[in-house]
């Protein structure tokens, strides 16, 4: 069965250091894949999608995210984090030949001044 | 463009009792999903509904039941509540598989459920 793993459950970044979040996936073919963050309190927003073609995909906010087939990696990151990232962040894949999401248990950025 | 609005925001209940949450979904969207998302967890896929049945259903047992109505919005019921109910109900619509892009779920706040 397809499963996400997110192995970072909480990691902390000084405003205006870079950020990766680390994302891996079990999939039987190429997978659709997506990050979206969660502020406190709140439903979900997506920040990015990878479906196929360039395996390097823009987001808002300034997020970008990579797809490595070879890793089984679909990594976000961000070149300079402002206090306004800190929220949760969840990697998700679709169901085998089905559209419901299977979702990481998340990754809790925090940011330090 | 309306996105998907949930209601209510919060519930308290009691063990035993039942509870119905409501979900609109996006405008041009024809096909719901539920989630349960339990404290410090990723979300839990319940079931997925367009053309008002019940489509896909993940892991959860029949006390979860859902309806969806001819204008698209739905529901989830919950009967017989437990003190393991108690979560953030998420709801994200999207289109009908063989459209274009069936993949990309928006979803709504939420309703956080307290059961006591």
């Known amino acids: 069965a397809q499963s996400v793993t997110q192995p970072d459950i909480h990691i902390t970044v000084s405003e205006g250091a870079s950020l990766e979040l680390r994302c891996n996936y079990s999939y039987g073919a190429t997978p659709y894949l997506f990050w979206y963050v969660q502020s406190p309190g709140q439903g979900l927003q997506l920040l990015l999608k990878?479906?196929?073609?360039?395996?390097l995909v823009q987001g808002i906010k300034g997020f970008e995210a990579e797809f490595k087939r070879s890793q089984s990696s679909f990594n976000l990151r961000k070149p300079s984090v402002h206090w306004s990232d800190a929220a949760e962040y969840f990697c998700a894949i679709p169901l085998v030949g089905n559209t419901p999401l299977v979702f990481g248990k998340g990754t809790r950025l925090s940011v330090i001044a | 463009d309306a996105g998907v609005t949930q209601s209510p925001t919060h519930l308290i209940k009691t063990r035993g009792q039942q509870v119905t949450l409501r979900c609109s979904p996006k405008?041009?969207?024809?096909?719901v999903s539920w989630y349960q998302q339990a404290l410090g967890q990723g979300p839990q896929f319940i079931f997925q509904y367009y053309e008002e049945e019940e489509r896909q259903r993940g892991n959860f047992p029949d006390r979860f039941s859902g309806h969806q109505f001819p204008n698209y919005s739905s529901e989830l019921n919950v009967n017989a509540l437990l003190l393991g109910d108690s979560a953030l109900y998420l709801c994200?619509?999207?289109?009908?598989?063989?459209?274009?892009?069936?993949?990309?779920?928006?979803f709504g706040p939420g309703t956080r459920l307290t059961v006591t």
């Open positions: 405008s041009g969207h024809d096909t």
């Open positions: 994200a619509s999207s289109l009908k598989v063989g459209s274009r892009n069936p993949y990309e779920q928006y």
């Open positions: 990878y479906f196929s073609g360039d395996t």
